[in-house]
């Protein structure tokens, strides 16, 4: 089994923010601070092979949100509202001083959300695959996708995650029903399989036990009210960098429509990867970053 431990020189700890117990793992890099917001079924320390090449560069702080990892998980309805305000508390407790917040796909959303609503907060913003863009179906490049639309500009219509191949899965881990065991899961979740036959398993082992430990509660996400992603942008102040799952021409079409309403933002396209753009893309999805930030 792969070696799953914190890395050499890396702390983790408890903050109280928005009167939620976050925990949080910190490099303590020299750098500017590095916030990472993770997905839905996902955790803070599951992100941690995926930006340690920025270590020598940032302060990274990956974070369990509520209902996930070592955090508290609230039984009440989970917004992205409340969201973010526990990222702006974890930013305040740590007494972090102009951030980059970088987030995925619900962490995506509440980054944006987050800076949307502090925007003085952020020193810069980058946003991969943000589900405020929509999910289903994007990442079919040829165009014959058919999944449903997870909310594109203008659109705020609930997808149905019972009928819906892409939610399916992201719904029956939510419920905490992937597997029996964290084993089991390594030989049965297709989406790990990739990862292990590329000699990753530390991360595969890393996401397999963030998938078995999501709490229940988080799937009342799914029903919050959703935003128009064109008005969370236009009140987000700080540069911003979204990167963009493949997809066909018609959904970059909608995807950089919105993206337009940013007033310093750009959104790239990254060839070739799926909804987890950083994981499916590492080299060129961390040029990209770094490009950006060596301007902001």
């Not at 990867?273 to 770094?290: F, I, K, M, Q, S």
Request: aromatic letters at 4%; proline letters at 7%; glycine letters at 8%.
């Amino acid at each position: 089994m792969a070696d799953v431990t914190t890395p050499d020189g890396w702390t983790d700890g408890d903050v109280e923010a928005d009167g939620v117990r976050l925990h949080y793992y910190r490099s303590g890099g020299s750098g500017r601070p590095f916030v990472v917001s993770h997905g839905i079924t996902n955790d803070g320390r599951s992100r941690i092979p995926l930006v340690e090449d920025l270590t020598d560069e940032y302060d990274v702080i990956a974070y369990d949100a509520r209902g996930h990892g070592r955090s508290a998980a609230p039984d009440e309805q989970y917004t992205y509202a409340d969201l973010a305000d526990d990222l702006v508390g974890l930013v305040d407790a740590l007494e972090l001083e102009a951030p980059v917040l970088y987030g995925h796909s619900m962490g995506g959303t509440t980054v944006a959300t987050a800076a949307a609503r502090e925007p003085d907060l952020p020193q810069a913003v980058v946003l991969e695959d943000p589900e405020l863009l929509g999910l289903a179906g994007d990442a079919d490049a040829d165009g014959d996708g058919d999944g449903a639309d997870a909310g594109g500009e203008g659109d705020e219509a609930e997808p149905d995650p019972a009928d819906d191949d892409f939610l399916n899965p992201i719904v029956e881990r939510v419920r905490g029903r992937p597997a029996p065991s964290r084993e089991a899961l390594l030989e049965t979740e297709p989406e790990l399989q990739p990862l292990l036959e590329a000699d990753r398993e530390r991360l595969a082992t890393l996401l397999a036990d963030a998938f078995m430990n999501v709490d229940e509660t988080v799937e009342t996400l799914f029903a919050a009210e959703r935003a128009d992603p064109a008005a969370v942008f236009a009140a987000i102040e700080a540069p911003t960098l979204v990167l963009k799952a493949d997809a066909a021409p018609d959904a970059r079409e909608r995807h950089r429509e919105a993206a337009a309403h940013l007033p310093a933002g750009r959104l790239v396209h990254v060839d070739g990867a799926g909804h987890c753009v950083l994981r499916d893309e590492p080299d060129r999805t961390l040029e990209l970053v770094r490009e950006f930030l060596a301007s902001h």
